[in-house]
């Protein structure tokens, strides 16, 4: 199915542990996000990646970890998960050009124990 | 990417038109205005965007004052299902374009 998802839909962790967010695209867009949304607050980018093997620092990077081998794929680790990083995580894809919107997934609720 | 402001809450009777303000008075020449929403804990759903012009589509109409430091987006008919978060971000178009999402405005359509 064409569209942008997102895998686990749930994660229960532990503390210290590593845990991958996986973030799947079938458009071939070149932009895709992280985003992670705090209970009742907006969205705040983590990382962005402009292509394959190009990436940058947003808002709240730390902790966080990305890579972009590949077009379709932006998975996003936490190296050592804390209990702050209990959130819903989005990821967003994009194409180049004037005029595009971002598409969004349906969100990965992560909970840090 | 300029900063947006946006009243926290809102509501609006169904069937009435909603009018949902956004303030972006540092926008820069190059930076589009776009509005987003997100129904309860979905992903967020494109809405419209636009440069200077008036714009409309299926969903809304974006109105954009002439100095461009601030616009409005209208749901001209309101339905429950609008009930919603919205959000009004700036960015370009020509980069990355990240876009800096703020706390949004709750829209709540009541019967």
């Known amino acids: 199915d064409a569209g942008i998802t997102q895998s686990p839909r749930y994660k229960i962790t532990e503390t210290g542990r590593q845990v991958t967010l996986m973030c799947h695209q079938t458009?071939?867009?070149?932009?895709m996000f992280w985003y992670r949304q705090d209970l009742g607050h907006g969205l705040r980018l983590i990382y962005y990646?402009?292509?394959?093997?190009?990436?940058d620092k947003g808002e709240v990077p730390d902790g966080y970890v990305v890579s972009r081998s590949k077009t379709e794929n932006f998975p996003l680790t936490l190296e050592s998960a804390t209990r702050s990083q209990t959130s819903v995580y989005f990821c967003?894809?994009?194409?180049?050009?004037?005029?595009?919107?971002?598409?969004f997934g349906q969100g990965t609720r992560l909970t840090v124990v | 990417d300029a900063k947006t402001t946006q009243p926290t809450s809102m509501d609006c009777a169904e069937g009435r038109a909603a009018n949902l303000p956004c303030n972006h008075s540092t926008i820069s020449g190059n930076e589009y205005v776009y509005w987003y929403r997100q129904i309860h804990s979905q992903g967020p759903q494109y809405i419209i965007h636009g440069l200077k012009n008036n714009e409309t589509n299926e969903m809304a109409s974006l109105i954009i004052t002439e100095d461009r430091k601030s616009s409005t987006l209208i749901l001209p008919h309101a339905t429950l299902r609008d009930t919603a978060v919205y959000y009004c971000?700036?960015?370009?178009?020509?980069?990355?374009?990240?876009?800096?999402f703020g706390d949004g405005t709750t829209l709540t359509v009541k019967p």
């Open positions: 967003a894809s994009r194409d180049t050009g004037q005029n595009t919107e971002a598409f």
């Open positions: 458009w071939s867009h070149s932009y």
């Open positions: 971000i700036v960015r370009v178009n020509t980069n990355a374009g990240k876009s800096t």
């Open positions: 990646s402009a292509a394959a093997d190009i990436t």
